[in-house]
């Protein structure tokens, strides 16, 4: 899809990837919409387009209250008009051993990273499909091609979006709309990963750059191709390595000391659970 004068919305555009995301899409000359729950952020990232010469309006919109979602479509089409894109990047995740995870956490996880992913889509796709134009982008993981112990939770439902995207994708693709669905590995900048505690991913995990993803995530929608798993080293075909042997996959994470590393961050935030 050319996205030069087109209308998009992205989610979780406050900051990490989909703020910078929101900005090469600007700057691709896609009008958009930037949706997160964080007004007075996602205003700096509107203003920060504006100033680049993009064009960008801030929604304050909860992703998992079913009329902010309804509101962020109609703001969207009154100020731009018909919406061509729409990039799922809104997520949230906590890293702690299952057995020790709140129940509410599971519960508020699997609401904002499946349930309102498949609800704000199912509200924008009818008007794609009618125009038989336009491109749905779903932000999941690496996390989704292989095990990902002790953010089990977060990667189950980036797993979920896997699937979704592909079926969605051979479902929407007679009708001229395009889905794709992007795997980034750790993110060295900004987001979730930027924040742990226990330092730098292991060498055999790697990470990427914000932009780096941001750029993949264009390319996929530009030329409509289903999947991209954004990552270094041996992440990059970690899909390949756990449909040939998942037992091969988990034993090279796990001599590679990727399990420990996730380990000693599950266990450094239930300790800070803990003492609150």
């Given at each position: 899809m050319k996205l030069q004068g087109t209308v998009g919305i992205v989610t979780g555009a406050s900051g990490g990837i989909n703020g910078r995301l929101a900005e090469r899409l600007a700057q691709r000359g896609v009008k958009v919409a930037l949706a997160a729950r964080t007004a007075s952020e996602l205003e700096k990232r509107a203003e920060l387009i504006r100033s680049q010469g993009g064009d960008a309006i801030a929604v304050p919109t909860?992703?998992?209250?079913?009329?902010?979602?309804?509101?962020?479509i109609a703001r969207t089409e009154a100020e731009y008009g018909p919406i061509d894109l729409l990039v799922n990047g809104a997520?949230?995740?906590?890293?702690?051993?299952?057995?020790?995870?709140?129940?509410?956490?599971?519960?508020?996880?699997?609401?904002?990273?499946?349930?309102?992913?498949?609800?704000?889509?199912?509200?924008?796709?009818?008007?794609?499909?009618?125009?038989?134009?336009?491109?749905?982008?779903?932000?999941?993981?690496a996390a989704a091609k292989t095990a990902y112990p002790f953010n089990t939770v977060n990667a189950s439902t980036k797993h979920a979006l896997v699937g979704f995207s592909w079926a969605l994708r051979e479902e929407l693709s007679p009708h001229g709309v395009g889905v794709s669905v992007v795997c980034p590995g750790f993110v060295s900048d900004v987001g979730l990963s930027s924040r742990w505690s226990v330092g730098k991913p292991p060498a055999i995990a790697g990470s990427v750059s914000s932009d780096k993803v941001a750029k993949a995530t264009i390319r996929v929608i530009e030329h409509n191709r289903a999947e991209v798993i954004v990552s270094p080293g041996l992440g990059k075909t970690v899909d390949v390595f756990h449909a040939i042997s998942p037992a091969l996959s988990t034993w090279v994470a796990r001599r590679g000391g990727l399990y420990r590393y996730m380990e000693r961050e599950a266990q450094h935030n239930r300790g800070v659970a803990e003492r609150v």
């Open positions: 909860d992703v998992t209250d079913t009329k902010d979602l309804e509101e962020l997520g949230i995740e906590r890293v702690i051993e299952f057995q020790y995870i709140d129940p509410d956490d599971i519960a508020s996880i699997i609401t904002t990273n499946v349930v309102a992913i498949q609800m704000l889509t199912r509200l924008i796709a009818p008007g794609m499909v009618e125009r038989r134009r336009g491109h749905i982008v779903n932000l999941s993981s």
